[in-house]
């Protein structure tokens, strides 16, 4: 199959679909104080709930997708566009990705310095030519002749105007101790039981600088294909990258024939190294899977059962 013959989409009963986000997997909500709960959770809140009207009014889950992940972008609270953790140079660079599970177009940027919206850039380079990851100054230029919008540094939080010093404190709940905390990422089935799968994130607290972590590589932190699931990771970039985590499920699934959540669980609870991260997961039947080996895992959950949840961890017997 070459990269755009359709896939065809599962049959659907009428009007359902679903959707899983997620605001990263770091830290341990039992240390955190209530503003800092109160924060994230406010924000899941306005997101999830976005992306549960767009669906149940018929977008496209490559829509909600983009959407989705714009918002939490655009919320300091997350390790993702403007809350950005920086490298040692103190400098944000931005990795994104999405992918379409109709036909398995996707489109990814990596090392991106001035795009407020990494997700929507990374959709153009899905749209607008025949590659599919551009990195760092190739991202910026192409960036311009897309006339995305474009911020200057201090745009990104914390980052002072003189000096360039990330600040000691940062606003907004996201905490200098936790390495890897606060990437986001979002899967979604629409009525028409199609699947997409995005990831976004400022990367690793203190990265050298033109690191590239999973979240902008197809495969390793988001994938979506519609016969099977769509996938979003977050935690340790290397170990995702490591295990081709997001695509191995898929897999699994695919040539084992396992469940997503059996997929899902024998990735999260058995390859990768414990306290490494988590997932979220959406299959061509509109389940929902999230799993972590980390204390706490930011996320939310809703479908057109009525179901609408965030959680900042998951007990293993909470997947359906
Ligand atoms: N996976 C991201 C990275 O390694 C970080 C995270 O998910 O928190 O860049």
Redesign the pocket.
């Known amino acids: 199959m070459n990269a755009h013959t359709l896939i065809g989409q599962t049959p659907n009963e009428a009007g359902t679909w679903s959707i899983a986000i997620h605001g990263?997997?770091?830290g341990n909500v039992a240390d955190w104080g209530e503003q800092k709960k109160e924060t994230r959770q406010r924000g899941m809140d306005v997101a999830l709930n976005t992306g549960r009207k767009m669906l149940a009014d018929g977008a496209s889950a490559l829509d909600v997708v983009e959407v989705v992940i714009s918002i939490l972008e655009d919320d300091a609270a997350f390790?993702a566009g403007r809350g950005a953790v920086v490298n040692h140079l103190g400098k944000a660079e931005l990795?994104a990705s999405i992918m379409n599970g109709t036909d398995l177009r996707c489109g990814a940027v990596a090392g991106v310095t001035t795009v407020k919206n990494p997700v929507s850039l990374a959709r153009h380079v899905m749209e607008k030519t025949s590659h599919i990851l551009l990195v760092s100054d190739g991202a910026e230029s192409f960036a311009r002749d897309c006339k995305v919008d474009q911020v200057r540094p201090e745009y990104f939080l914390g980052f002072h105007k003189r000096g360039h010093h990330r600040l000691d404190k940062l606003p907004h709940g996201l905490d200098s101790k936790e390495?890897?905390?606060?990437?986001v990422?979002c899967v979604a089935r629409d009525q028409r039981g199609h699947l997409a799968a995005g990831?976004s994130?400022?990367?690793?607290r203190k990265?050298l600088a033109g690191?590239?972590?999973?979240?902008p590589l197809i495969g390793a932190?988001t994938y979506a294909d519609n016969r099977y699931a769509a996938i979003s990771?977050?935690?340790?970039?290397?170990e995702?990258i490591r295990h081709a985590a997001a695509y191995d499920v898929i897999a699994q699934m695919r040539y084992g024939s396992k469940s997503l959540e059996d997929a899902v669980s024998e990735m999260i609870d058995h390859r990768l190294p414990k306290q490494s991260?988590g997932m979220i997961a959406v299959g061509k039947d509109g389940s929902i899977v999230m799993r972590h080996n980390t204390p706490s895992m930011t996320c939310g959950a809703a479908s057109s059962d009525g179901r609408f949840e965030i959680r900042f961890d998951v007990p293993h017997s909470d997947n359906r």
């Open positions: 990263g997997a770091g390790n990795d390495q890897h905390f606060g990437t990422g990831t994130t400022g990367g690793t990265k690191r590239v972590g999973d979240s932190g990771g977050t935690g340790i970039g290397e995702y991260g």
